[in-house]
């Protein structure tokens, strides 16, 4: 009868292998345990277990690898990120949102190849239905936010989006009570642009995108799209959207 194998008889490098591995498990299963919370009890509730259990479990887990590393926990956060120079720091955000674009795009590939287009939309555009209330959220409690933070506070939570580290965006004034934010530079459609593609078509992910983040960082700011592909747009900018009280 064959040896069954086992953990402790893997070479050196497949049990670095296996480490990412567990990794990317307690990743998803995370992800999974949030997802279900939100199917049984609503967004709501989710979001708020979300953080009591995020803020629980990065304290376990950041401390007993820690522990097993080497190295120091500083006020909750590794001691060898504050060890870095700004200038390391903002490489590794750069680095870190880009992952995350990355990461997004492989898997619109993945639906799109294996299923076509139409799918890989449907998929994304639900996915941004999630996405946005939850960074929302994360950056509400990042930056302090209050319950209704008013448009000033949709404008500091756009600065704060990943994709604000990716792409180039700018606010303009118009009222009181009404501003516009513009998409500037797009890292994906001007990657478009210098392959002589046409826009990607991002308006129906666009508008549950903005109108659900907008919606969650305060429930009275209403959305409007200006305009976004496969709208025709000037050379200024990519998408453009109004959001008001």
């Known amino acids: 009868m064959p040896e069954v194998p086992r953990m402790e008889d893997l070479d050196h490098e497949s049990t670095a292998k296996l480490i990412i591995d567990l990794f990317h498990r307690i990743i998803v299963h995370h992800a999974l345990w ?22 629980r479990s990065y304290g376990i887990q950041m401390n007993r690898l820690a522990k097993t590393l080497g190295f120091e926990m500083k006020d909750n956060v590794p001691a060898p990120l504050l060890n870095m120079s700004k200038e390391s720091l903002s490489a590794l955000l750069d680095s870190v949102a880009i992952n995350w674009l990355a990461n997004d795009g492989v898997w619109f590939q993945a639906v799109e190849f294996a299923s076509g287009m139409n799918d890989a939309k449907r998929c994304n555009d639900s996915c941004w239905g999630h996405f946005s209330p939850f960074e929302a959220s994360t950056i509400k409690q990042f930056l302090n936010l209050p319950e209704q933070p008013g448009l000033e506070g949709l404008k500091a939570a756009l600065n704060f989006r990943l994709y604000a580290r990716i792409n ?16 500037n530079e797009c890292r994906v459609q001007s990657a478009r642009k210098r392959k002589n593609l046409q826009d990607y078509p991002c308006k129906s992910g666009g508008l549950v995108e903005y109108t659900y983040f907008a919606r969650a960082i305060d429930s009275r700011i209403k959305t409007e799209c200006i305009g976004c592909p496969p709208d025709e747009h000037p050379d200024t900018w990519y998408c453009a959207w109004r959001f008001s009280l």
Do not use: C, P, W, Y
Not at 36 to 50: C, D, F, N, S, Y
Not at 168 to 183: R, W
């Open 34 to 55: 949030f997802t279900e919370v939100r199917h049984q009890m609503g967004e709501e509730i989710a979001l708020k277990t979300l953080r009591t259990a995020f803020d």
């Open 168 to 183: 180039t965006q700018s606010f303009t004034d118009e009222t009181e009570n009404s501003f516009v934010f513009q998409m």
